[in-house]
């Protein structure tokens, strides 16, 4: 058997010294209770692999952080091959990444191993992630479920075996195309290539400088990089605005110098633009071991704009709860831009720890977690409900049927011409 026990000694160790929030969120975790349970069925022969996955993660949910990522083999320890989200006293299934699946987009779940989903939510909730039922976090529930019950168009009744699959990894869209002949849509589905973004840009300069109103969807978008959105940034700022940026602090453990450093230069090894990130190295390497450094931002040439383009005269950008890490910095950024117009729901909220790092445990197990926090955590002020948009649009099963927010969009559009 696998020693599970020092293995999760290895990772309260590492959360209580290396990870950003150690100073706020002192006490969060009860490790001891967790450590009681592992010894337990360690003695009874009880514990392996999936088990342990879900006791650690578990533990993580302590620390109410989106960005604490736990890893086993790639990805998370099962796979149903859809996501849900939930409505009242049913989840609808909004997408399905597998074929092999029988199960549809639009169809509804009523009971899961029997249990109505009111129950089962509230027994269920730190696994959930949030006290927020539309922000509630179905997938590894779902994953982890014996059967389900789903109620057809129909009003038919399917006792469904959960199955699961092997993660795989879609490509992320990046795409700016004219929706008519006044407005530009783009849609960034993350922010992790900021060479294929400032392609992208380029490309299509002529398009953005003359089309007077623009929509942009980052609903799906998952982070990446800040730097990835700067070269919209002169477009959606007007002359003479100022972005503000929240003070962050960088836990310079050796541990996470070490693996930072590692982590970007294999990151930045094809990358056109690097400079920000060599320079990041460099400080990096000679605070090594100096604990919490507060670094000035690197984005200093984006926080003041003098030379900006006449074109939009106006951005509706769509948000949602899947908007986040990057993307959270996204929405709080241009949220500060007079002729932005942010709806849709709130971010992921994730934004307050972050600058991941990736620790290996084992050939089985990998832990990503954040070594940079902002400065309102230190106040403790979390933003763990997101970055709320301009204008809420609560989700709804009509969004299966209709981009409800895109209509929106054009609604806000078509009241500036």
Excluded at 55 to 69: A, E, Q, R, T
Excluded at 104 to 120: L, M, N
Aim: charged fraction near 30%; aromatic fraction near 12%.
């Amino acid at each position: 058997m696998r020693d599970y026990f020092n293995i999760f000694n290895e990772i309260v160790e590492l959360m209580h010294n290396d990870y950003a929030g150690k100073d706020e969120k002192v006490g969060w975790d009860k490790p001891e209770l967790f450590r009681s349970r592992i010894i337990e069925l360690m003695d009874s022969n009880q514990l392996n692999d999936e088990d342990f996955y879900y006791l650690v993660d578990d533990y993580l949910s302590g620390f109410k952080d989106g960005h604490l990522i736990w890893i086993a083999n790639g990805g998370a320890m099962k796979n149903c091959g859809f996501l849900v989200r939930r409505y009242d006293n049913k989840l609808y299934v909004v997408d399905v990444s597998l074929d092999q699946t029988i199960v549809k987009k639009g169809w509804q779940i009523v009971e899961v191993d029997g249990i109505d989903i009111e129950v089962f939510a509230n027994d269920n909730r730190r696994k959930l992630k949030s006290e927020i039922l539309e922000r509630e976090k179905w997938f590894c529930v779902i994953s982890n479920a014996n059967t389900i019950t789903f109620q057809l168009n129909n009003g038919e009744r399917l006792n469904y075996n959960v199955q699961n699959y092997s993660f795989k990894r879609r490509e992320p869209k990046y795409e700016m195309k004219m929706f008519n002949d006044k407005i530009l849509h783009m849609c960034f589905e993350d922010f992790a290539n900021p060479d294929a973004i400032l392609k992208l840009v380029s490309q299509n300069k002529s398009l953005m400088e003359q089309t007077p109103y623009w929509i942009i969807d980052v609903r799906k978008n998952g982070g990446g990089s800040d730097s990835a959105y700067y070269p919209l940034l002169p477009y959606i700022f007007s002359k003479g605005e100022t972005r503000k940026s929240d003070d962050i602090y960088f836990l310079m453990t050796e541990r996470n110098c070490d693996t930072r450093v590692a982590f970007l230069e294999e990151y930045s090894k094809n990358l056109d633009a690097k400079e920000g990130i060599q320079e990041y190295i460099r400080i990096m390497k000679t605070n090594r071991g100096k604990g919490f450094v507060k670094i000035d931002s690197f984005d200093s040439v984006m926080r003041s704009f003098d030379e900006t383009s006449v074109n939009p005269k106006h951005v509706v950008v769509i948000t949602d709860i899947y908007c986040g890490s990057s993307g959270d910095q996204f929405i709080y950024d241009v949220k500060q831009a007079n002729k932005v117009t942010v709806i849709g729901r709130p971010t992921a909220g994730i934004l307050d720890y972050s600058n991941l790092t990736s620790i290996k445990i084992d050939e089985v197990f990998h832990l990503m977690y954040p070594t940079s926090k902002l400065g309102n955590v230190v106040e403790n002020r979390f933003t763990y409900n997101g970055i709320e948009p301009d204008i809420y649009i609560p989700w709804t099963p009509e969004h299966i049927e209709r981009d409800v927010d895109l209509e929106e969009a054009l609604k806000i559009l078509d009241s500036l011409n």
